[in-house]
């Protein structure tokens, strides 16, 4: 049986969401070892998408076959029981055969925090981006509205894919202030490997002046990577929803 679930995760101590060969410390690993062992077999799972080291989510879309007919309440309830407490699944249902997290979804939302404060916030300090310091919002936004669109990002990713398009459409980017912490909400069709990142790395130096937000179109048709900005720290980083039809 086919099914789909929601999962919410605390990045911080795991090396990402992709399962790797090397190690059992990445959200998949433990997420399939525990569906394993409720299904008797050796479960895959698809992810919607690979998160990095650090980086936490709200809303991860996940898709997996059982070989055994169970009942999503209880394929939740199991998970919550038996997995760990930073890894909660909100949510799960059967899905149609061809239905698949990441090929089947249409979009993603991504929120990144920064601490502008120079006081930390004690409850959220794994969540954000202690910068300490004030940024020019509006030559942010000014920024940013030259990154929405349909462009080719080849210049804000790491390790850009050889066969396939570095093109990708971002709707929005929207910032919103509240008690000295910024948050930056990407909305797209897809995003690259440290994609969001980088723009936010880049948008943090057009807030410090040291780069203008007219540079934008020509970094975006040069393609090459040191054109842009820094990389912002990974734990800031959260995927907040993905969009299916």
């Known amino acids: 049986m086919r099914y789909f679930t929601v999962i919410a995760y605390d990045g911080t101590r795991y090396r990402g969401w992709q399962r790797q060969g090397?190690?059992?410390?990445?959200?998949?690993?433990?997420?399939?070892?525990?569906?394993?062992?409720l299904d008797g077999s050796a479960v895959e799972i698809e992810g919607a998408g690979r998160t990095d080291a650090g980086v936490h989510?709200?809303?991860?879309?996940?898709?997996?076959?059982?070989?055994?007919?169970?009942?999503?309440q209880d394929v939740?309830?199991?998970?919550?029981t038996y997995l760990p407490e930073d890894?909660?699944?909100?949510?799960?249902?059967?899905?149609?055969?061809?239905?698949?997290?990441?090929l089947s979804s249409v979009g993603k939302v991504y929120r990144y925090?920064?601490?502008?404060?120079?006081?930390?916030?004690?409850?959220?300090?794994?969540?954000?981006?202690h910068l300490g310091k004030p940024l020019d919002i509006e030559c942010m936004e000014r920024a940013a509205k030259a990154l929405c669109g349909t462009h080719d990002y080849r210049a804000f990713c790491t390790?850009?894919?050889?066969k396939r398009s570095t093109v990708r459409t971002v709707q929005s980017i929207s910032f919103s202030e509240d008690q000295g912490t910024l948050s930056i909400t990407?909305?797209?069709?897809?995003?690259?490997?440290?994609?969001?990142?980088?723009?936010?790395?880049?948008?943090?130096?057009?807030?410090?002046?040291?780069?203008?937000?007219?540079?934008?179109?020509?970094?975006?048709?040069?393609?090459?990577?040191?054109?842009?900005?820094?990389?912002?720290?990974?734990?800031?980083?959260?995927?907040?929803?993905?969009?299916?039809?």
């Open 22 to 37: 090397n190690t059992q410390d990445t959200i998949s690993a433990r997420i399939e070892a525990v569906l394993s062992r």
């Open 57 to 72: 989510a709200m809303g991860q879309g996940c898709t997996f076959t059982l070989q055994g007919s169970h009942a999503p």
């Open 76 to 80: 939740q309830d199991y998970l919550n």
């Open 87 to 102: 890894i909660a699944v909100l949510s799960c249902e059967t899905a149609q055969a061809r239905f698949h997290a990441r």
């Open 113 to 129: 925090e920064i601490r502008l404060s120079k006081t930390p916030d004690v409850f959220r300090h794994k969540y954000q981006w």
């Open 159 to 162: 390790a850009a894919p050889k």
């Open 186 to 245: 990407f909305a797209g069709d897809g995003f690259l490997y440290n994609m969001i990142r980088i723009m936010v790395g880049t948008l943090v130096s057009i807030g410090m002046h040291a780069t203008e937000p007219e540079e934008i179109p020509q970094i975006l048709l040069s393609g090459v990577r040191a054109q842009a900005g820094p990389t912002a720290p990974p734990e800031g980083l959260c995927l907040m929803k993905v969009l299916y039809p």
